[in-house]
Nanobody
Framework: QVQLVESGGGLAQAGGSLRLSCAASGRTFSSYSMGWFRQAPGKGREFVAA????????????YYADSVKGRFTISRDNAKNTVYLQMNSLKPDDTAVYYC????????????????WGQGTQVTVSS
């Protein structure tokens, strides 16, 4: 069982930055690929970014949605059981609830592939 707790959401202006954190419980964090998804009002949950488990690649393979590529960066600190999402050059379209998710020993960009989810953190970007 893995518990995930997101933090770092809030209000930002267009062009600004926020950093989301997701703290995971458990002693096997490095064996989980981690993903960030988001859901805007009235829309479905969409993939944002993912980083693979440490056995797959020493620093983790990363993958991004086209809409955030070049603006967002996902990273992980296995010593702290934490995954981060650095969001730069924010746009009003980035407004959503952001969720982190954990996927054991595989790497996917589809939400159905993730085993555990956090409760979400709200990100609001004003124009």
């Amino acid at each position: 069982q893995v518990q995930l707790v997101e933090s770092g959401g809030g209000l930002a202006q267009a062009g600004g930055s926020l950093r989301l954190s997701c703290a995971a419980s458990g002693r096997t964090f490095s064996s989980y690929s981690m993903g960030w998804f988001r859901q805007a009002p009235g829309k479905g949950r969409e993939f944002v970014a993912a980083i693979s488990w440490s056995g797959d690649s020493p620093y983790g393979r990363t993958y991004y949605a086209d809409s955030v590529k070049g603006r967002f960066t996902i990273s992980r600190d296995n010593a702290k059981n934490t995954v981060y999402l650095q969001m730069n050059s924010l746009k009003p379209d980035d407004t959503a609830v952001y969720y982190c998710a954990a996927d054991h020993l595989s790497f996917t960009t589809t939400s159905a592939g993730y085993d555990y989810w956090g409760q979400g953190t709200q990100v609001t970007v004003s124009s």
